[in-house]
C-alpha cells in the first residue's frame, strides 16, 4: 500500500494533467519530467542497498546510521547537484536538443521539476531509516497527506495556471515530506543532516553555472565540459574536493556495495 502510495504522489500530476488540461499540456509536462525519471533511476540505484545496512544496524549501532546517512547524502549531493544546477540554467537548451523547439515551454518546468532529484533522495534517505525501525504505519500516513495536498493543488491550479502548477506541487509534495521524515527521524534517532557540504556544492555550481552561461559557448556539450571544469576549480577553491573527500566518496560505494562497512 505504501508504494501505491508513493506512486501516486509521483504520477498523480500526470495523471490530473491528463483530465484537467489538453494532451499539449500533458506532452509539454512529460518532455520535462523524463529527465526527472532518469534522476530517480539514478538515485534508486544508489539507495536500494542502504535499507540492508539501515537494518543490520538501526539497534545495534545507531552512531554508523548517522554516519552513513550523513555520507550518503553528501556524496549524492556531490553528483547530482551540479547537473541540476547546469540542468536548470541550460534547460531551453537540453528541451530544444532533446524535444525540439515545439516543447520550449517545457523549460520553465524542467528547470523546476530538476530539483525535485535531491529532495527526493533525501526523503528516500529518511524512509529506509524509519522503515528499518518498523514505521510503516508512520510513513503511510505522511504521504497519504502529501497525496491528498498534491491532488488539490493540481485539481484547483491546473486550470488557471496550466501544466507549470504540476511542477511546483512536485516540489511542494516533497518538501512536505521532508519536514515530517526529518522530525521522526531526528525523534526515533536524533538524525538531522548536516546542510554545510551541500551548500558548498551549490555554491560552487552556481559559480561554475554562472560563469558558463556568461560565456556562452555554442555547443550544448562544449557547455557541460566548461560547467564541469569550473565546477571542479570552485569545489577545489571552497574544500569540497579534496584527497580526503574523494577517499570518503570511494569508501561509501565500498560501504552501499556491502564491502567495507565495519
Known amino acids: 500500500l505504501l508504494l501505491l502510495i508513493g506512486g501516486l504522489v509521483l504520477k498523480s500530476n500526470t495523471i490530473l494533467l491528463s483530465k484537467l488540461a489538453d494532451v499539449r499540456a500533458v506532452g509539454l509536462y512529460n518532455a520535462a519530467y523524463k529527465?526527472?525519471?532518469?534522476?530517480f533511476i539514478l538515485s534508486s540505484s544508489l539507495l536500494i542497498s542502504h535499507l540492508p545496512l539501515f537494518s543490520q544496524f538501526i539497534f545495534s549501532d545507531p552512531e554508523k546510521i548517522k554516519v552513513l546517512y550523513q555520507r550518503s547524502f553528501n556524496i549524492l549531493a556531490l553528483l547530482l547537484i551540479p547537473w541540476i544546477i547546469f540542468?536548470?540554467?541550460?534547460?531551453?537548451?537540453?528541451?530544444?536538443?532533446?524535444?525540439?523547439?515545439?516543447y520550449l515551454e517545457s523549460a520553465f518546468a524542467l528547470?523546476?521539476?530538476?530539483?525535485?532529484?535531491?529532495?527526493?533522495?533525501?526523503?528516500?534517505?529518511?524512509?529506509n531509516i524509519l522503515i528499518a525501525l518498523k514505521k510503516q504505519r508512520r510513513l503511510l500516513v505522511i504521504y497519504t497527506s502529501v497525496l491528498l495536498v498534491n491532488l488539490a493543488i493540481n485539481y484547483f491550479g491546473i486550470p488557471r495556471y496550466g501544466f507549470k502548477v504540476c511542477a511546483w506541487a512536485a516540489i511542494i509534495n516533497e518538501l512536505l515530506a521532508m519536514a515530517s521524515l526529518l522530525y521522526f527521524c531526528y525523534?526515533?534517532?536524533?538524525?538531522?543532516p548536516s546542510w554545510g557540504y551541500s551548500i558548498k556544492v551549490a555554491l560552487a555550481g552556481i559559480l561554475a553555472g554562472g560563469i558558463t552561461l556568461i560565456s556562452s559557448l555554442p555547443n550544448l556539450f562544449l557547455n557541460i565540459f566548461f560547467f564541469f571544469i569550473l565546477f571542479a576549480v570552485s569545489a577545489f577553491a571552497l574544500g569540497i574536493l579534496r584527497r580526503e573527500e574523494i577517499k570518503r566518496g570511494w569508501g561509501y560505494l565500498l560501504e552501499i556495495a556491502g564491502l567495507n562497512f565495519r
Open 111 to 127: 528547470a523546476i521539476l530538476l530539483w525535485v532529484i535531491p529532495l527526493n533522495i533525501l526523503n528516500q534517505l529518511s524512509v
Open 87 to 102: 540542468g536548470s540554467i541550460f534547460s531551453q537548451r537540453i528541451i530544444l536538443l532533446f524535444s525540439g523547439r515545439a
Open 187 to 192: 525523534v526515533q534517532l536524533k538524525i538531522l
Open 35 to 39: 529527465f526527472v525519471d532518469g534522476g
